[in-house]
């Protein structure tokens, strides 16, 4: 289907966060400049469906319960926050 696999990255660190027994994940971000292209209205706004659907694909997911029963409260409410909390406080 269109919409399987969409957050994949997420889900790994997911993953990662409940099987790494104290281990950590090394970050590094890499730019890789070009021309800039004019992106329309539609294509921002399918952008952003990909990205809520990706959410909301992760909010009924078994790791996403398992990992509210292991984060502390700092971790947990960024967690939230930066997944399905954004579209909840968006809404109103």
């Not at 994940?25 to 399918?46: M, Q, S, T």
Request: charged content about 20%.
């Amino acid at each position: 289907t269109k919409t399987i696999n969409l957050s994949e990255d997420i889900f790994a660190g997911m993953d990662f966060t409940l099987r790494g027994e104290g281990r950590t994940i090394r970050h590094c971000e890499y730019f890789h400049l070009a021309k800039g292209r004019d992106l329309g209205f539609n294509a921002v706004l399918g952008f952003f469906a990909k990205l809520s659907n990706g959410t909301g694909e992760q909010i009924l997911t078994r790791q996403m319960l398992r990992l509210s029963h292991v984060l502390h409260l700092p971790e947990s409410l960024t967690f939230y926050y930066a997944h399905g909390g954004y579209y909840i406080t968006q809404y109103f």
